[in-house]
């Protein structure tokens, strides 16, 4: 059974950090590309963050580029969202990503709150 678990949303103060973790079950992690997704209310959902199943460096959206941190531990099927310098515009629902193009395999988590506020 596949699972993508997503954990470490919550509520923060502008400015502040959070990391996300998402936990990979019931397939291959290693050799596929992880990715981070973001929906915002009344928003189209959009990408944040990827990494390549080599572990290339990450490509972010231009949003978060120098605020935000995106990593996998392949001995620990995870990967990982660090969040800093966090803005009001950051809040949204944050969704894990796996996908194997060229197989057209994709899988997506439930999903994780995020809401910057003061």
């Known amino acids: 059974q596949v699972q993508l678990v997503e954990s470490g949303g919550g509520l923060v103060q502008p400015g502040g950090s959070l990391r996300l973790s998402c936990a990979a079950s019931g397939f291959r992690f290693r050799i596929y590309d992880m990715s981070w997704y973001r929906q915002a209310p009344g928003k189209e959902r959009e990408l944040v963050a990827v990494?390549?199943?080599?572990?290339?460096?990450?490509n972010y959206a231009d949003s978060v580029k120098g605020r935000f941190t995106m990593s996998r531990d392949n001995a620990k099927n995870t990967v990982y969202l660090q969040m800093n310098s966090l803005k009001p515009e950051d809040t949204a629902v944050y969704y894990c990503n796996a996908v194997r193009r060229l197989v057209g395999l994709d899988y997506w988590g439930q999903g994780t709150q995020v809401t910057v506020s003061s």
């Open positions: 990494i390549s199943s080599a572990g290339d460096s990450p």
